[in-house]
């Protein structure tokens, strides 16, 4: 089946636009992760729902970042105001379920650069 | 609060190598333990999982074993491929089930 579908594949931006990035998990999927990899590093978590709450947006580095999940399956996540501190991978997952033995699956990921 | 230390690489080794890339933890209560590959290019992939103590994982080859005494979940491989060339990753799912940690990953390279 469809695994998790994550667009732009690329997306370049100067730095003060806003920028969307969307995620289509795997159908069915309760939980939906949003995270951020830099070159060289391992996922950092930035936010997740279930269903359409967000449960938990600690990761979030500042109020530039927001995502929403309004019908409990795509989500966007979205950066106002880009910085070039803001280029990065940015991985969107889905799990099952809350249970413990679900593990993530990863879509491919948006490749963001601001110049 | 809950993480994972994983070895720094990058490891280099000829074909049909032994490897063992190491991973420890820290948590509350009981985790489950996973490992992730990412081959260049492509997203995170699961290799392989272990939910309690003393489970063994494994996939292609490779094997985890989960050990509570010494909080490890490291990854072994008996015969190494240059296929195996991608990026390692441990990570820990709490035992809320809420958050994934990931280590910063390994990166392999196997050489013919």
């Known amino acids: 089946g469809a695994g998790v579908s994550q667009s732009p594949r690329y997306k370049v931006t100067k730095r003060g636009q806003d920028v969307a990035l969307r995620c289509d998990p795997i159908s069915g999927h309760v939980s939906l992760y949003w995270y951020r990899q830099a070159l060289g590093q391992g996922p950092e978590f930035l936010t997740y729902f279930n269903y359409e709450a967000q449960q938990d947006k600690s990761g979030l580095p500042n109020d530039r970042f927001s995502a929403e999940r309004p019908e409990g399956s795509i989500s966007t996540l979205t950066i106002q105001r880009t910085e070039q501190r803001d280029s990065a991978m940015y991985r969107c997952?889905?799990?099952?379920?809350?249970?413990?033995?679900?593990?993530?699956?990863f879509g491919n990921g948006t490749r963001l650069t601001v110049t | 609060g809950d993480s994972v230390t994983q070895m720094e690489g990058p490891v280099t080794l000829s074909e049909e190598a032994f490897l063992t890339i190491n991973c420890t933890y820290t948590?509350?209560?009981?985790?489950?333990l996973f490992w992730y590959v990412q081959y260049p290019g492509e997203g995170l992939q699961l290799l392989l999982k272990a939910t309690k103590a003393d489970d063994k994982g494994s996939n292609k080859g490779f094997e985890a074993t989960y050990r509570k005494e010494t909080t490890s979940f490291h990854l072994e491989k008996g015969s190494v491929q240059v296929s195996d060339s991608a990026v390692y990753f441990c990570a820990l799912r709490g035992y809320t089930g809420n958050q994934f940690y990931f280590g910063t990953g390994t990166s392999l390279t196997v050489i013919p």
């Open positions: 948590a509350t209560g009981y985790p489950s």
């Open positions: 997952a889905s799990s099952p379920g809350r249970g413990l033995v679900s593990p993530l699956h």
